[in-house]
């Protein structure tokens, strides 16, 4: 799991990602996939769908999507 | 196998604090050490445990994102569909009178200045708590005796332009009051132009020069508080468990704080306004998260405190207690859009526009009126691609 760029505002920060961004991360990447983009890990045989790569290269810790978290605040 | 020692065990739990509630860790300490006491505990089942205390705890934490509003607002709501509408009068304990289900939660979320039956529930210090007859007499004096408690009867003298008040006996001696201290009560509140005259148990006030004053006056008198807090007009003295409690219905806080003998940590109003005002904020904010979630659980309604808590945040975070609705929470929120969904869309929209608002469109209201992804869940992650190979190794 990829835990490099996330946290950082002390105790609001979480050290994984939300539910909510592993499914935005996997759904772009997928999408990406979907439509050509290269896939940056081998990937076995058995999968199939464009999801089915980006939740394994997310597993992986390869995806190259990440997020931007802002601090809480104003909204 | 030898255990830990109960001393180890208490040292690894305890540098779970900070990490992890303090309840939970006290649990934790306090069943650990039972369990230590019947078969032996290894440190690395210690460990394995702490463990797995940790990670509970983080996964049940609510994740950044979660539209905690939302699930407050209908975890209240739908057992709110089963509370009574009624409101009961005399209810409860002691036959006083208490708001009770629905009114009683739409009265605390309106906070509403003066509730429909304000309670007190004055806790006493040791010696007078512990004897029967002391809690009396801190309770005879904390009710509040007007005149018209003590009358067995009022004329309106329309000859001399009189009124003749006849006391109870059994009332004055009740209430242990005599007809002059009455009178001197009431020349104090009337003021020396009155003259007043007491003939045994009655009294005769002179002072009207005309039929309507006359009347006035007697409106008036009736009112005029002998002794006692203002406001407060039942008293009850209960026994619970081992201390005497008084009971009271009406509510004057700042008063009963300063009497003798009151235990000021624990008496408390239900009057939420009042508590704000003597107490301060965060007081305030206790006692509304206590009377809904005793509201609910009355009704035989068990809602999550969390819930209630974040209610009970939205209405305080200002540094002032706000209602949720048209004064408060609703109608204060920054957006004109989410305002003007809420309410009188064109007044808000027409003052908007005059003052030159400015709309960041960043609620869930305004989001959906300009058709955009709502700022929750996933609607609120930004994605960012990452750069070159080199950053992603």
């Known amino acids: 799991m990829q835990t490099a760029e996330l946290g950082g505002f002390g105790i609001f920060s979480v050290r994984k990602y939300t539910k909510f961004e592993k499914a935005r991360i996997i759904g772009a990447r997928a999408l990406q996939i979907s439509m050509g983009a290269p896939v940056l890990v081998e990937v076995p045989k058995h999968l199939k769908s464009s999801v089915e790569i980006a939740l394994y290269e997310f597993e992986k810790g390869v995806c190259p999507i990440t997020v931007l978290r802002e601090p809480p605040g104003e909204s | 196998m030898t255990g830990v020692s109960p001393e180890t065990i208490r040292s690894e739990v305890r540098k779970l604090r900070g990490e992890v509630p303090d309840s939970v860790v006290e649990e934790l300490e306090r069943t650990l050490l039972r369990v230590g006491k019947e078969r032996a505990i290894t440190a690395e089942a210690l460990q394995r445990v702490i463990e797995a205390v940790k990670e509970a705890h983080l996964s049940s934490l609510v994740e950044p994102g979660e539209a905690v509003g939302t699930v407050a607002a209908q975890s209240i709501g739908e057992p709110g569909t089963q ?109 020396p132009k009155v003259e007043i005259n007491v003939e045994e148990t009655k009294l005769r006030i002179k002072a009207a020069e005309s039929l309507s004053e006359l009347r006035r006056l007697a409106a008036r008198v009736r009112k005029i508080k002998l002794k006692g807090v203002k406001d407060v007009t039942k008293v009850v003295v209960k026994k619970e468990g081992e201390e005497w409690v008084i009971y009271t219905e009406g509510s004057n806080f700042a008063e009963i704080l300063k009497m003798k003998g009151v235990d000021k940590k624990r008496t408390t109003t239900n009057n939420i306004r009042e508590i704000e005002e003597i107490l301060g904020i965060e007081a305030a904010r206790n006692a509304l998260i206590r009377e809904m ?74 989001s959906i009126i ?24």
């Open chain 2, 83 to 191: 509370m009574t509408l009624r409101t009961f009068h005399y209810a409860g304990v002691a036959e006083l009178n208490v708001t009770l289900g629905l009114p009683r939660l739409i009265e605390i979320l309106d906070t509403r200045r003066t509730p429909s039956a304000a309670l007190m529930t004055v806790y006493l210090e040791p010696p007078y708590s512990k004897d029967k007859d002391k809690a009396r007499a801190i309770a005879q004096e904390i009710e509040m005796t007007t005149v018209e408690d003590l009358i067995s009867e009022m004329e309106t003298d329309l000859m001399n332009m009189q009124l003749l008040l006849s006391l109870s006996r059994s009332r004055l001696r009740q209430k242990e009051l005599t007809p002059s201290k009455v009178k001197e009560v009431l020349s104090r509140e009337l003021g």
């Open chain 2, 293 to 366: 979630s005793s509201t609910l659980r009355e009704q035989g309604l068990e809602v999550d405190i969390r819930h209630i808590m974040l209610v009970a945040d939205m209405m305080t975070v200002k540094g002032e207690v706000r209602q949720i609705g048209r004064h408060g929470v609703s109608g204060e929120k920054s957006s004109v859009l989410a305002r003007a969904a809420f309410e009188i869309t064109l007044k808000h929209l027409l003052e908007a526009s005059l003052r030159g608002e400015e709309d960041r469109l960043r609620g869930v209201t305004e």
């Open chain 2, 370 to 393: 300009t058709g955009n992804p709502i700022p929750l869940g996933t609607g609120s992650v930004r994605l960012v691609m990452q750069g070159g190979r080199s950053e992603r190794e």
